[in-house]
């Protein structure tokens, strides 16, 4: 990278060395050669006949026009290849920083927004760095040399060039600005529509399924809209800003030539000064209208930067202590003091919970709706943190503990299991380092769901589609346990795993789950109490706190409130065991 950028300044210098360089032997082919005029002292060296004079300066009007044309050939290529190399390591930052942020962070973020300045932002970024950054470094350069040397040529002349220098650079930061704003409302707004188009294309099902097309396209209609007309309003003010540049350089042309003639008239000016102070005048102009000409990438770029600057100083990552202890391999003992947590001080869902799970142990966590079960289980991988007291694993702070490290002892069963864009046995190896295609089977056939993974199109080689919507939710829970199981980890963690499937799957899903709990310290998150006799105890939450907590017979005899809910599943499920006898 450094070689990079060293090789493409030198080259940007070079570049704008030969572009000083350039008016110079039209100066003395004017003077001297057309119109006779002796040499300057310092060039007494060269041929007086016009003829050898003239192949002089040809020749090395030619050696500048080669030399130019390598030196911006590099100085792009360098330039341009470094920014690649910086935009591929801003994408790289800004993925692993929206990686690392924890749940409150993409509870509020739209998926679709995120991807916009992964994508459609960082391009913006990159576009401008590959067509504006190598012009933009040689036309400075370029710009600040023939300022200098306009002024040693001729200072009068040069103020006369300059009078409209700051009314520009007013008009400049003011249209830069004014299409930064409009780039700014054109980049959401793609967000916007992003969001939208993400929305709808993963949850086409229910979309169609009440007739919602319409209204969808409308939505997204609306939103590419506005950004449509954002971007015409951009490229509007961009129209308005290059005629201003165009004006100033006119009329400064036509005002430093009005008054050159008159001095060339006057004898104080030869032919050739004149010659080289407008050509230095217009390579000054230059820079600047190229600049007017990509004030709409340049607004745009600075735009799409504020915003991915946005995410990369957003900070509500799980934080890691500096001096974090490394944990190779964990016992599983599980014990959580005094926890409370709360979204905000509205929102209140722990309240002073306590709990000791011994290492291996089978601990449930049951209670209605919103009774706190999954964000206490949540907790333990630290994919959320208790606003206060303490979840220690093998009596260490999770907190305190590195959080790669922390999470290789977790195996986690989320919900709604997600699976990815691969066959079968690569999602049920997710994760893990080492094993291969008979390395799934086996532990598929350990937790007894091999068959049923068997009966898939190509079993253990079916392409799973996006997200899994290709199987059943019971074929992707048989696969998502598997996976946990893979993993060979010390503490394993269920969330309402057998939530929604059919009585024949989620009995043999209740078997897998026995077996997978076999050995590692398990907390399973369930409605259904009917599938818990397996657990070794049971705790039952109410408004975030554990109001019972012991075995199922234990709890049952209690006639608490454990004791009334299974009752009513009882009752329920019977009331379906009459109305099945009826029908049938």
Not at 76 to 101: D, K, M, N, P, S
């Amino acid at each position: 990278m450094r070689g990079l950028l060293v090789t493409g300044l030198l080259a940007s210098v070079t570049s704008a060395v030969m572009q000083w360089i350039a008016p110079w032997p039209l100066k003395y082919i004017f003077d001297s050669v057309i119109n006779h005029k002796t040499l300057p002292s310092w060039l007494s060296w060269l041929p007086t006949s016009a003829n050898s004079l003239l192949w002089v300066m040809v020749g090395v009007m030619t050696v500048v026009a080669l030399l130019l044309a390598l030196s911006d050939y590099f100085s792009t290529r360098c330039v341009a290849t470094a920014g690649q190399r910086v935009i591929f390591a801003i994408r790289a930052q800004l993925f692993r920083h929206i990686e690392a942020q924890g749940a409150g962070f993409h509870q509020r973020r739209r998926v679709g927004d995120l991807l916009a300045r992964l994508g459609g932002d960082v391009q913006a970024i990159q576009s401008a760095v590959v067509t504006a950054l190598p012009t933009l470094v040689r036309n400075l350069l370029t710009l600040a040399g023939m300022v200098v040397i306009m002024f040693v040529v001729d200072w009068r002349f040069s103020l006369l060039a300059l009078v409209l220098a700051p009314i520009l650079a007013v008009a400049s930061r003011y249209y830069l600005n004014k299409i930064k704003s409009i780039q700014r409302r054109a980049r959401q707004a793609d967000g916007e529509a992003s969001s939208v188009a993400q929305e709808v294309l993963t949850s086409m099902t229910v979309v169609q399924a009440f007739g919602a097309e319409g209204v969808e396209a409308e939505r997204y209609e609306e939103a590419t809209g506005r950004g449509l007309e954002e971007n015409r309003l951009a490229i509007v003010a961009q129209s308005q800003f290059t005629p201003l540049v165009t004006l100033a350089m006119t009329i400064s042309t036509v005002v430093v030539l009005y008054f050159g003639v008159r001095s060339i008239n006057s004898g104080q000016l030869s032919a050739g000064d004149l010659l080289v102070f407008m050509a230095y005048l217009r390579g000054m102009f230059s820079p600047i209208r190229q600049l007017s000409k990509l004030a709409g990438v340049v607004g745009r770029a600075h735009a799409a930067a504020d915003r991915v600057v946005e995410i990369l100083n957003t900070h509500e990552e799980v934080l890691q202590a500096p001096d974090s202890l490394r944990l190779r391999s964990a016992r599983g003992t599980l014990t959580l003091r005094d926890v409370n947590f709360h979204y905000n001080e509205c929102t209140k869902v722990l309240h002073g919970v306590n709990l000791d799970i011994p290492a291996g142990t089978r601990q449930a966590l049951v209670g209605l709706t919103g009774s706190g079960k999954s964000t206490l289980l949540r907790m333990v991988p630290r994919f959320l943190d208790p606003t206060s007291g303490v979840v220690a694993l093998d009596g260490i702070n999770v907190a305190s503990v590195n959080l790669a490290d922390l999470r290789r002892q977790i195996a986690y069963v989320p919900q709604e299991p997600y699976l990815f864009r691969a066959t079968v046995w690569e999602n049920i190896l997710y994760g893990r380092e080492g094993g291969d295609r008979r390395t799934a089977v086996k532990v598929a056939r350990r937790a007894g769901l091999h068959e049923v993974i068997e009966s898939f199109p190509q079993g253990y080689d079916t392409m799973i589609g996006e997200r899994g919507l290709a199987l059943s939710g019971g074929q992707r829970q048989c696969v998502s346990i598997s996976r946990a199981m893979a993993r060979h980890a010390p503490v394993l963690l269920l969330d309402e795993p057998t939530v929604g499937l059919d009585a024949e799957l989620e009995s043999l899903i209740l078997a897998a789950l026995e077996i997978a709990a076999d050995g590692p310290t398990t907390i399973i998150v369930s409605h259904q109490l009917s599938g818990l006799r397996w657990v070794d105890q049971i705790a039952v939450l109410s408004d975030g706190r554990i109001l019972e907590s012991g075995s199922h017979a234990e709890l049952v005899a209690n006639r608490g409130v454990y004791w009334s809910l299974n009752e009513l599943q009882n009752a329920h499920l019977h009331d379906l065991d009459v109305d099945d006898s009826i029908s049938l």
